[in-house]
Nanobody, 125 residues
Framework: QLQLVESGGGLVQPGGSLRLSCAASAFTLDYSAIAWFRQAPGKEREGVSCISKSDGTTAYADSVKGRFTISRDNAKNTVYLQMNSLKPEDTAVYYC??????????????????WGQGTQVTVAS
């Protein structure tokens, strides 16, 4: 069964950092574009960042640009989201998503086939 599993969420103070991981099982991420989304309470899910399947092209939401970095380690079959300078407004459930064998690079959630269960990130003092 193809599956994505997020980890690394937690409670952090404003200005702190977290690194989220998205690990795949039953398939390799080598041929998949990956994106991170988040959903805060009472809000719609929004795209945070994405990375292409091949050339490492990345994109970020304006709200996280300069603070978050997406990367992939195909040897570990894992994609990461390094989050620095966290703000209370970053509080949300974070999801990773994958689309296989596609050149798509973007944060339209309709384009993604596989989703993880989410990991909670809370930024509070």
């Amino acid at each position: 069964q193809l599956q994505l599993v997020e980890s690394g969420g937690g409670l952090v103070q404003p200005g702190g950092s977290l690194r989220l991981s998205c690990a795949a099982s039953a398939f390799t991420l080598d041929y998949s574009a990956i994106a991170w989304f988040r959903q805060a309470p009472g809000k719609e899910r929004e795209g945070v960042s994405c990375i292409s399947k091949s050339d490492g092209t990345t994109a970020y939401a304006d709200s996280v640009k300069g603070r978050f970095t997406i990367s992939r380690d195909n040897a570990k079959n894992t994609v990461y989201l390094q989050m620095n300078s966290l703000k209370p407004e970053d509080t949300a459930v974070y999801y990773c998503a994958a689309v296989r064998y596609s050149g798509y690079v973007g944060m339209d959630e309709r384009m993604y086939d596989y989703w993880g269960q989410g990991t909670q990130v809370t930024v509070a003092s």
